[in-house]
Nanobody, 112 residues
Framework: EVQLVESGGGLVQPGGSLRLSCAAF????????MNWVRQPPGKGPEWVSR????????YYADSVRGRFTVSRDTAKNLAYLQMNNPKPEDTAVYYC?????WGQGTQVTVSS
C-alpha cells in the first residue's frame, strides 16, 4: 500500500526555522519526483517545491525561493522541506505528493 506520512509541523515564529519530513512507504521512492504542496486556511492548494528522483534538480515557487530548501534521502525513503525565515503567509497545511498520492498533511503556523 502506498503511503506518505508528513511530520515536523507546528508553531514557529517569523524568522525562525522548521523542517518538515515526509516518509514514503509501499513503493520505489527513488523512482519518482516528489512535490510539496500547501493549503493555506480558506484557500486552495498551492504548489511549493519539487525535487527530482535523483535529487539532481529542485524547483521552488517564487513565494518560497531563497527561504525553503527541498531535499531527499532515497536510501531512507525520506524527503524534507527546510523552512527558513518563515512568514505568516506560509501558514498552511503542508502535504508531500508523489504522482497522485498525497500524505495526510502537517499543520504549520507562523506567528509571534
Amino acid at each position: 500500500e502506498v503511503q506518505l506520512v508528513e511530520s515536523g509541523g507546528g508553531l514557529v515564529q517569523p524568522g525562525g526555522s522548521l523542517r518538515l519530513s515526509c516518509a514514503a512507504f509501499g513503493f520505489s521512492f527513488g523512482t519518482f519526483d516528489m512535490n510539496w504542496v500547501r493549503q493555506p486556511p480558506g484557500k486552495g492548494p498551492e504548489w511549493v517545491s519539487r525535487i527530482s528522483n535523483d535529487s539532481g534538480s529542485t524547483y521552488y515557487a517564487d513565494s518560497v525561493r531563497g527561504r525553503f530548501t527541498v531535499s531527499r534521502d532515497t536510501a531512507k525513503n525520506l524527503a524534507y522541506l527546510q523552512m527558513n525565515n518563515p512568514k505568516p503567509e506560509d501558514t498552511a497545511v503542508y502535504y508531500c505528493k508523489v504522482r497522485d498520492y498525497w500524505g495526510q498533511g502537517t499543520q504549520v503556523t507562523v506567528s509571534s
